[in-house]
Structures are given as C-alpha cells and as structure tokens.
C-alpha cells in the first residue's frame, strides 16, 4: 500500500463520520507552532518575519494539547519556527500520540540526530550494539556519542520514538547547492541527509517537505526524489512557493529582490507541476490525486483553508497558514467569525487579491479529499491512489549527483570565503553573497559580509 492502512483507514474514518453528521466545516490536519524560533533564516519564510516581535514567546504544553483536542484534526503537524527547539517537544509528541493522532515532526533536519541518540540512550541496552556499530560505521555517530549513549538517559522524560503514527517531515527544497542556497547557510543539506539515514536505520517514518519556487528546476526536484526515495524516504510533501505577506516585504527590503522574481504565479506553478502526476506514480508523493490535477491545471478547485488550521501563540490564525486577518481564541469561534466565502479562487476569479497566486496544499489539498468540487470517480481516484502499491524505491538514486554544493567546495559562500583567504573584497563578492544568498539577523552571510569589509579595509589601508 502506499500509505499504511491505519493511517488512511483513521483519516478516511474522520470525513466519512463528518459527511455523515453533514458537518460543514471540520479540520483535517492541524498545523500546530508552538514556538516561531528558529535557527535559520530561510528566504522564502514568512513565518521568521511575521512573528519577528514575538519569536522567543512560545505555547504552553497544555496550550498544544488543547488545541489538538479542541479542533479533532486526526493529524497534527507540529511546525514552527524549529519545533525542535520547543523545550516540551517530546511531551508534546507523546500527547497528541496519546490522543490517538498521527504526528508530523516538520524539521529542517538540524537537530534530529541529537534527538534520535537522546532516543537510543532511553532504550540503550547491550543488544543495541549492532545498531551503534552501523551508525558508527555510517559516521552518523561519534564514538563519544557512543559513550553517551551506553550510560543510558538519567531522567525521565519521554523520547521521540520510532512509531507508525509518526513521520519526521524534513525541510528539503533542492538538492545541496540550492538547499542550502534557500535555508541560507552551508551544511544543512548534509546534515538532512545524515539525519534521514540514522532515522530510516533506526525504524523511524520519514517523509520529505519540498517548496517549489520560481527559481526551482523541476528536474532537479526529479533528482531530488530519486535520491530521497533511494535512501528509503517514506514519502514527499510537495506545495508551491508561498505568497506570504511577510515574506514578500522581506525580500523587497532585505535582498532587493521583487517577490515576482522568486514566488510563482499560477500559470508558472501550472507549468512547475505539469508532471507531477508522473511524479505521483514514481514516488510516493502526498496528496490526494485531485490535488495533483489541480496542480496539472487540469481542473478547479475552491480552498478549504478551514481544513488545515493553524494555530500559534496569537490563536488560531485566518484565514489560512499564508495569510493573517485574525486570531481567534478558538477553532469554534474562528470557523464562525470569519467570511470564509471572501477568499480563494472561484472561476478563475480570485475573491481576494492576496489568493490569486495561491495553490497551496494548505488551501487546496483537503478539497480534493473532502469532495469539494466533486467530480464523478474522483473517490475512487482517491481510493486507488491511497491503496495502491507503494512505489518501489528508486534503484539508481546513488548515481544523482546530490552534493553539488557545499560537499564539492562549490557552495553559495564559496566565492566569499575565497575572498576572506585571499584576505580581499573581489569585485563582486559582496552583491554575489548579498543577492544570491540573502542572509538572517544571525545568518552565516552576514558574518562574512562583516569579515569581508574589514578585509578589505586592511587592504585598502595597505
Ligand atoms: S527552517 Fe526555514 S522555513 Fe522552517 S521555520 Fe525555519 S526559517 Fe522558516
Ligand atoms: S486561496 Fe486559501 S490558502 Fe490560499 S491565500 Fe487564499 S485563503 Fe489562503
């Protein structure tokens, strides 16, 4: 199958009860930020520059729980901001596990490892010395990580744990160079890889979480997921560039570059998208198949945004994880209050001006799930989809030249640090780091930017 059956059977058990009740409104995915901190600076990331003034606020544990109580979704993605910078990140895991829902960890892979060893230490006992033996022989542990390791865990906090309700969502948009390029520091996609191996030995699901934006090379991404689906990835999340308010003024502001230049319009995305169901039959891509026509422009589609609410440390967000009007204090009141009908796209005609870009899987996806739009067969296209053999992995996915960056000294920072070594500014360093790689308040970039000019200076003064 290509999503285990518990999974499909509990969500498709969540809309048939709702159609039954004839609910008109229900949540399908939650998508949980307990905390907007992050350790990156992502370019296209709204969210690090939306909640700028309240990134060291987070939500309580019990806050978290509520809201996955409240709303009923039967998958809650815990994003962010980093989520595993959350302090309670694993108490949080566990409960919403506990309440019976599948969990989605999205990560930008930095800290997963340090999760999974916390993991081996609670479960460490002698028979775990082959697993140890493998990482090690994998350099994805260290010896002293070993060490660590075998003297077990001293308190008792829980630990993320390998189970089928739970995915590792990690942050991928490219193979190194490009990944790298858009999280804005070099080593990252290393990282992810390194990661997603320990976790794919270590018996975790792990699923990939890819954005698509003007500047994406669709072949790349054929690339990409011929490598992750060779590294045994259990599937891939795949959506367009955001539209996002706030990062559109960032990168007006900070790069100097027009939003138009690097998010997608819809005819682009149509064009970015136009295999994906090529895609869908290689890989095991997210989503349901609706979805992926729509993404073809095959067929319409009207954004159910109320499907996959966000919630964060303001309320729950309207009317959708892009845009901001509101917060509410509940999940009830917010479906209540908000005009749904003055947003998406209807006929070609987009009732707010914000949506008309828009076809995000946030919007779009839980319409090809909940039938809206329906059209004959689509349930059984649905079916099928879900219940059809899961793509085999890709057998040559080892021949795709991934480290194309950093790894092979080729990185976005490259020609920068050369002009450090040299102890120089060359000509263009400065616009090639500043236009091409963007850089956060604590960015990488930004302390090269810093090291150049008083390079440079010296060698002025000489
Ligand atoms: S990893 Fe990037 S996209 Fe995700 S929250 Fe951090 S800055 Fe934003
Ligand atoms: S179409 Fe829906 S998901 Fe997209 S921006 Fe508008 S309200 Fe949000």
């Not at 630990?159 to 790298?180: A, C, F, Q, S």
């Not at 599937?235 to 559109?248: E, L, Q, V």
């Not at 099928?384 to 480290?403: E, S, T």
Request: charged share 25%; with cysteine; proline share 4%.
């Amino acid at each position: 199958m290509r999503f285990p059956f518990a999974l499909s059977a509990k969500i498709a058990a969540h809309i048939i009860k709702h159609k039954l009740r004839q609910t008109p409104k229900f949540a399908l995915v939650l998508q949980l930020e307990p905390l907007h901190t992050c350790n990156l600076t992502c370019t296209g990331c709204g969210r690090i520059r939306e909640y700028s003034t309240s990134l060291k606020d987070m939500m309580s544990l019990e806050d978290c729980l509520a809201s996955a109580r409240e709303c009923d979704a039967p998958m809650v993605s815990i994003c962010g901001g980093e989520p595993l910078i959350y302090p309670k990140i694993e108490e949080l895991v566990a409960g919403v596990l506990e309440q019976g829902r599948i969990v989605y960890v999205c990560t930008n892979g930095i800290f997963m490892r340090k999760k999974m060893k916390d993991y081996l230490a609670a479960v460490y006992s002698p028979s775990q010395e082959a697993t140890l033996a493998k990482l090690l022989a994998e350099k994805l542990i260290t010896d002293k990580d070993v060490e660590t390791i075998r003297k077990g865990r001293t308190d008792n906090r829980p630990v993320i744990r390998p189970t089928k309700w739970m995915y590792w969502n990690v942050h991928v948009d490219g193979l190194e160079y490009t990944h790298d390029l858009i999280v804005e520091r070099e080593g990252v996609f290393k990282e992810c890889v390194a990661a997603i191996k320990m976790a794919k030995l270590l018996g975790f699901q792990v699923a990939t979480n890819t954005t698509v934006y003007r500047e994406t090379n669709v072949r790349e991404i054929e690339d990409m997921f011929r490598f992750f689906s060779w590294l045994g990835v259990d599937g891939h999340t795949i959506s367009p560039g955001y539209d996002y308010d706030a990062a559109k003024k960032d990168m007006a502001t900070r790069l100097g570059k027009k939003p138009e230049d690097f998010f997608l319009t819809r005819r682009m995305t149509i064009e970015k998208f136009s295999r994906i169901e090529d895609w869908g039959k290689a890989f095991t891509i997210f989503g349901t198949p609706v979805y992926q026509e729509f993404l073809a422009g095959k067929r319409d589609l009207t954004c159910t945004a109320w499907a996959i609410p966000t919630r964060n440390i303001r309320g729950w967000k309207a009317p959708c994880y892009l845009m901001t009007d509101g917060h509410y204090p509940t999940y009830r009141e917010m479906l209540e209050k908000v005009d749904w009908d003055k947003y998406g796209v209807v006929n070609g005609v987009a009732r707010d001006s914000r949506c008309e870009n828009c076809m995000v899987h946030c919007g779009y996806d839980p319409s090809g799930a909940l039938g809206t739009n329906y059209q004959r067969g689509d349930n059984w296209k649905n079916f099928r989809y879900n219940f059809a053999a899961r793509p085999k992995p890709y057998p040559d996915g080892h021949l795709v030249n991934a480290f194309n960056g950093f790894s092979a000294g080729k990185g976005h920072l490259a020609e920068a640090k050369a002009a450090i070594k040299a102890g120089a500014e060359p000509e263009n360093a400065a616009q090639h780091v500043g236009a091409r790689c963007g850089g956060g308040e604590t960015g990488e970039r930004d302390d090269l930017l810093a090291k150049i000019r008083v390079a440079s200076k010296a060698t002025a003064k000489e």
